[in-house]
């Protein structure tokens, strides 16, 4: 059965849910949400990154691992009234605090045990038990195409929930996840040259392939890459991660990045004589944006502004190259991780910043 919602990108699905809970907090709409979406587009980063930005405490629950009785508690007999009455499971948030009720692989549960998520996502209870007001209920699960183990939801179900479709999105997961990730700059990098290769499910189906790139098996990779000095045995975990082709390719820009990146170097290097440091090919220079912009910390924004603002100056070793782009990309990220720390006043402090700043105003850039 089709799922005839709108596709969003994982920010964007984020923002969603981000605004259904403003509006439940102020007892406006309380709904049930479901995110569909391949394995490894970034559904359960969605959530946790939800939890962690409104302060609410996560309740993960895999419907795949648990049974109708589960859900429903454990019976025993009260002999003071003569009836049974039932624990109430650890797993169901009953607290005063903001929470999330996640139910993860929605779609892979059994279908016995859907008539006891009934409940949960309409009335908001089992049992007796009902669910304080401050939690709020997010589903997630993969679709029957997606070649995981998965059953079509009914219109019983479906119903009880307003649903999303998240689709991997290169350019989001870049600007909103690599970095707060701590994603390795080679990865950024790659994908940001090769966004094809973020999420190739749909093509590792069709060629009968197990192993397909997803934003999950490349934040695997960024830890293989922060986690294993040893080129060789490297090379064969990210081919088992990502595919021996992907993996082919990823490794030859690896070894680039490495012969030619030194931000450690450069942010300790005066500015007067940083220019031979600079990588003379856009993928190191990609890299450098994006390792500059994750290693910066207050002390060395100062330099990382003068080593962006100066990027547009390397034309002549980087001939060709788009590094006025680039620059401006890279101050995009670099202001808004400033702003998240509280370091905006670096820029304004900054002759580099101003300088760069009046020749864009100067050639009637924004």
Same mark, same amino acid.
């Given at each position: ?56 405490? /996560?309740?993960? %629950? ?40 996640? =139910? ?8 016995? =045990?859907?008539?006891?998520?009934? +409940? %949960? ?170 390792? /500059? ?19 547009? #100056? ?5 001939? +060709? ?12 990220? #670099?202001?808004?991780?400033? =702003? ?27």
């Amino acid at each position: 059965m089709t799922v005839n919602a709108t596709t969003v990108s994982a920010g964007e699905a984020l923002r969603v849910l981000q605004a259904a809970w403003d509006a439940q907090a102020a007892g406006a709409l309380t709904a049930s949400w479901m995110l569909h979406g391949r394995p490894g587009v970034g559904k359960t980063e969605v959530v946790q990154t939800l939890a962690t930005r409104i302060g609410a405490e /996560l309740y993960d %629950l895999r419907l795949t691992t648990i049974e109708p009785q589960d859900l429903r508690g454990l019976p025993y007999f009260d002999h003071a009234t003569a009836k049974t009455v039932w624990y109430r499971p650890e797993d169901l948030p009953d607290t005063d605090a903001p929470a999330i009720l996640f =139910l993860d692989e929605l779609t892979s549960a059994a279908p016995s =045990l859907q008539p006891t998520v009934y +409940g %949960l996502l309409q009335e908001r209870r089992v049992g007796r038990h009902v669910l304080p007001a401050n939690v709020l209920i997010v589903a997630a699960g993969n679709q029957v195409e997606d070649g995981a183990i998965a059953y079509d939801m009914g219109t019983a179900l479906s119903d009880r929930l307003v649903h999303m479709i998240v689709q991997a999105s290169a350019d989001d997961w870049l600007k909103h996840y690599a970095l707060p990730a701590g994603i390795h700059p080679t990865v950024a990098a790659f994908i940001r040259t090769r966004p094809d290769l973020l999420e190739t499910t749909e093509d590792a189906l069709r060629r009968g392939q197990m192993i397909a790139c997803t934003p999950r098996s490349w934040t695997r990779v960024s830890r293989i890459m922060a986690a294993v000095p040893d080129r060789a045995l490297r090379r064969v975990m990210i081919a088992g991660t990502v595919g021996s082709a992907p993996a082919a390719e990823f490794a030859l820009l690896a070894d680039e990045i490495s012969a030619t990146v030194q931000i450690d170097t450069m942010l300790s290097t005066p500015r007067a004589d940083r220019a031979g440091l600079y990588p003379t090919t856009l993928h190191g220079l990609t890299a450098l944006v994006y390792g /500059l912009v994750g290693a910066v910390t207050r002390d060395s924004l100062p330099a990382a502004i003068e080593i962006l603002a100066d990027l547009r #100056l390397q034309g002549g070793q980087a001939k +060709g190259l788009p590094v006025g782009d680039l620059a401006t990309f890279g101050f995009e990220l #670099l202001i808004g991780r400033a =702003l998240e720390r509280g370091w905006a006043d670096a820029f304004a402090t900054s002759d580099a910043y101003a300088d760069y700043a009046a020749e864009r105003q100067a050639a009637g850039l924004p």
